[in-house]
């Protein structure tokens, strides 16, 4: 069953304008990851927020975990067209490193 | 970089049929995953297996079995495809001492 959920499934932003999306989840974790898919294509990482930390950067990117309400959130800053595809967040939950995935938010960034 | 590629991109095959999916990773990760992916339901766990000849059923399994006889290659197999496994298919690796998961291309399955 998925564990995560996103929050829009849409976004539709312009160029350097922010992109936010939210994911919410149901057990305790020991991390949770964002991926990132290009229309057909496979899942790259993006980042990675472990159970004990809050916050955390990797260029334009900022995730925020808040485990007391069970959610995280993505913020692209100064969004780009190539930004354009579905992000994923994903919970690592068990011993064996198994991730659950939400369904996704379809980002579109037009120049 | 790692590199995860899948046999094929593509595949149409008619129902019945028996279906593999070969999946090889060159980064000697102990840990490999199968997802199907369909739109609205995210990607869900078929199998996974944590070393050679060893496997896990993820949270579908039915209809689907999987072999790893060696350290890189893990195999989906699909003994009598019907149409309801019509799906993308993602492959993943993983080291044991890793968090992230590496993804392959996909493929895009239709069985008629």
């Known amino acids: 069953s998925q564990q995560g959920e996103e929050d829009p499934q849409a976004l539709s932003i312009q160029e350097g304008e922010n992109a936010t999306m939210n994911c919410s989840y149901k057990?305790?974790?020991?991390?949770l990851q964002w991926y990132r898919q290009n229309s057909g294509r496979g899942l790259v990482h993006l980042i990675l927020?472990?159970?004990?930390?809050r916050e955390k950067h990797s260029g334009r990117l900022r995730v925020t975990l808040d485990t007391s309400k069970k959610s995280s959130s993505l913020l692209i800053t100064a969004s780009r067209a190539a930004d354009t595809a579905s992000y994923f967040c994903?919970?690592?939950?068990?011993?064996?490193?198994?991730?659950?995935f939400g369904a996704g938010t379809q980002v579109v960034v037009t120049p | 970089d790692v590199k995860v590629t899948q046999s094929s991109r593509y595949l149409v095959k008619r129902t019945g049929e028996k279906v593999f999916l070969e999946c090889v990773q060159d980064?000697?990760?102990?840990?490999m995953f199968w997802y199907r992916q369909d739109p609205g339901l995210g990607l869900r766990l078929i199998y996974f297996?944590?070393?050679?000849?060893?496997?896990e059923k993820g949270d579908i399994p039915e209809g689907y079995s999987v072999s790893r006889e060696k350290k890189e290659r893990f195999s989906l197999i699909l003994e009598s495809a019907s149409t309801n496994q019509t799906s993308m298919y993602l492959c993943?690796?993983?080291?044991?001492?890793?968090?992230?998961?590496?993804f392959g291309p996909g493929t895009r399955l239709l069985v008629l």
């Open positions: 993943a690796s993983r080291p044991t001492s890793g968090e992230t998961q590496y």
């Open positions: 057990t305790s974790i020991n991390n």
């Open positions: 927020i472990r159970s004990n930390e």
């Open positions: 994903a919970t690592d939950a068990d011993s064996w490193g198994k991730l659950q």
């Open positions: 980064m000697d990760h102990e840990n």
């Open positions: 297996s944590y070393d050679v000849k060893m496997k």
